[in-house]
């Protein structure tokens, strides 16, 4: 069956380091993956998008890498800031289907 | 500028009771979601509607129905509530976009639901 594994462990940083979150996925070809950020009691807001012909993605201190050989997605967020701490969710989807199925998230804490 | 506004915010009902989830966005999007979000389970589909007049289920969609009453407003009812779906639920809208697919989802911030 499909199986997206985000690291569910918190990820604790310190201000101003580069903060590297994980979407690994099984049994899926995904035509695009989308991150997305959760602020406690709120919910999901949309960051970035990749397509799978793409290999990189950038905006402002975010970066999003995706490789279809290891079925892995990185998001990079770099001089990392305490307004960052929140969970990151990724989620994956194939052309011709809106809806996409996410993963469980990583909660990132960024200590100053 | 509301975007995806949800109602209630927060629901305490009884097994056995029934409560529609009303769900309204105003940015003309196409597709609309229905999604419960559990510790560890992440959020999990449970209803979708691609365009107006349409539904289909997701990945949990036993115990609730939905009805698209037009393209502003997608609502979620459990008819028969019990104690497995207490959850937050969250409703989503989309785009159709230049691309059939991959457009980004906007949530709204949930209905926090306990069922006793």
């Known amino acids: 069956s499909q199986k997206i594994e985000q690291n569910s462990e918190a990820l604790n940083i310190q201000e101003g380091k580069t903060a590297t979150l994980t979407c690994n996925y099984t049994n899926y070809s995904p035509a695009y993956l989308q991150w997305y950020r959760q602020d406690p009691g709120r919910g999901p807001v949309f960051l970035l998008l990749?397509?799978?012909?793409?290999k990189e993605k950038r905006k402002e201190r975010l970066k999003v890498t995706f490789d279809t050989t290891l079925k892995q997605s990185l998001f990079h967020i770099t001089a990392s800031q305490p307004a960052d701490s929140a969970t990151y969710l990724c989620a994956l989807g194939v052309w011709g289907y809106q809806k996409v199925t996410f993963g469980i998230g990583t909660k990132l804490q960024v200590i100053p | 500028n509301a975007g995806v506004t949800q109602t209630p915010k927060f629901q305490v009902l009884k097994t056995g009771q029934s409560m529609t989830l009303q769900c309204a966005q105003d940015m003309n999007h196409n597709s609309m979601y229905w999604y419960r979000q559990d510790p560890g389970m992440g959020l999990r589909l449970i209803y979708y509607?691609?365009?107006?007049?349409?539904?289909d289920k997701g990945e949990v969609p036993n115990g609730y129905n939905v009805s698209r009453l037009n393209k502003r407003e997608f609502s979620l009812r459990l008819e028969s509530a019990a104690p497995s779906q207490t959850s937050v639920y969250f409703c989503?809208?989309?785009?159709?976009?230049?691309?059939?697919?991959?457009?980004?989802?906007?949530f709204g911030d949930g209905t926090r639901l306990s069922i006793l």
């Open positions: 990749i397509r799978e012909n793409e």
């Open positions: 989503a809208s989309s785009g159709s976009g230049t691309g059939y697919g991959n457009q980004p989802q906007h």
């Open positions: 509607s691609a365009s107006e007049g349409t539904t």
